[in-house]
C-alpha cells in the first residue's frame, strides 16, 4: 500500500541553524500539508500546498518557514533559524482530490526535530 | 474559527471493556469528520470518518456516527484490546466550494487510551 514517508526521523540541531525536513508524498496525490505536534500538545496545522504555491497556511507559519517541491517527488519544509520553540514532531500529509469529494489526508510517520 | 473538544484522558480501561471518546466540534459549514490513532512512536493513522450527518464510520470494531444536531462525533468500540492503546484524535475538515487546496484538518488535542490486561 503506498505510503508518504519523511526523512529523517530524528534531527537535532542547535538554535539559529536551518533546517530542511524532507517528504516523498504518495505519488498520485496532488495536495500536501505540514503539520506539527509540540510534545504533549494537539496538532497544528502550517500549510498546504497544491499546484506549486501555498493555498493556505496558519498564523504559526511565519517567514521562517518556507516550502518547496523541487522535484515530482518531494517535498520540503525549511526552517531558517530554528528557535528552541520550533522543537516538535512535524508531520507531512498528502491527499488526492476529487472535485466536490472529501478525500482523506495521509500522515507520514513524522520527523521529531529538536533544537537545543 | 472551526475547533474540536474531545474528552481529556488519560482514559485507563481493563480489556474487553466498553470504550466512549466523547467529542464535539465548532465549524461554520458541513464538515468532514475523522478520528486518526497514533500508536507509541508512529505518526498518525486514519482509524475512520464520516462525512456527512448520520453516516456512520466504521473500522476495527470502533465506530463513530456523525451528529449534526448534537455536533458530535463520538468514538465507541464494544470490546477495547490492549493492543489499543494508543492516543486517538478526533479532527474535522472544512469542505470547499471550490477545490482550492484548503481542507487542513483541525484537530482535538487528542485522547489517550490505556487498556489493562
Known amino acids: 500500500e503506498p505510503e508518504v514517508t519523511q526523512t529523517p526521523s530524528h534531527q537535532v540541531t542547535q538554535m539559529g541553524q536551518e533546517v530542511i525536513l524532507r517528504c516523498v508524498p504518495i505519488?498520485?496525490?496532488?495536495?500536501f500539508y505540514w503539520y506539527r505536534q509540540i510534545l504533549g500538545q494537539k496538532v497544528e496545522f502550517l500549510v498546504s500546498?497544491?499546484?506549486?504555491?501555498?493555498?493556505?497556511k496558519s498564523e504559526i507559519f511565519d517567514d521562517q518557514f518556507s516550502v518547496e517541491r523541487p522535484d515530482g517527488s518531494n517535498f520540503t519544509l525549511k526552517i531558517r533559524s530554528t528557535k528552541l520553540e520550533d522543537s516538535a514532531m512535524y508531520f507531512c500529509?498528502?491527499?488526492?482530490?476529487?472535485?466536490?469529494?472529501?478525500?482523506?489526508?495521509?500522515f507520514g510517520p513524522g520527523t521529531r526535530l529538536l533544537v537545543l | 474559527g472551526d475547533s474540536v473538544t474531545q474528552m481529556e484522558g488519560p482514559v485507563t480501561l481493563s480489556e474487553e471493556a466498553f470504550l466512549t471518546i466523547n467529542c464535539t466540534y465548532t465549524?461554520?459549514?458541513?464538515?468532514?469528520l475523522f478520528w486518526y490513532v497514533q500508536y507509541p512512536g508512529e505518526g498518525l493513522q486514519l482509524l475512520l470518518k464520516?462525512?456527512?450527518?448520520?453516516d456512520k464510520g466504521s473500522n476495527k470494531g470502533f465506530e463513530a456516527t456523525y451528529r449534526k444536531e448534537t455536533t458530535s462525533f463520538h468514538l465507541e468500540k464494544g470490546s477495547v484490546q490492549v493492543s489499543d492503546s494508543a492516543v486517538y484524535f478526533c479532527a474535522l475538515s472544512e469542505r470547499e466550494r471550490r477545490d482550492t487546496g484548503r481542507r487542513a484538518l483541525t484537530f482535538g488535542s487528542g485522547t489517550r487510551l490505556q487498556v489493562q490486561p
Open positions: 500546498f497544491y499546484n506549486n504555491e501555498i493555498s493556505e
Open positions: 465549524a461554520t459549514g458541513y464538515p468532514s
Open positions: 505519488s498520485n496525490h496532488l495536495y
Open positions: 464520516a462525512t456527512k450527518a448520520d
Open positions: 500529509a498528502s491527499r488526492t482530490t476529487f472535485r466536490g469529494v472529501e478525500e482523506t489526508q495521509y
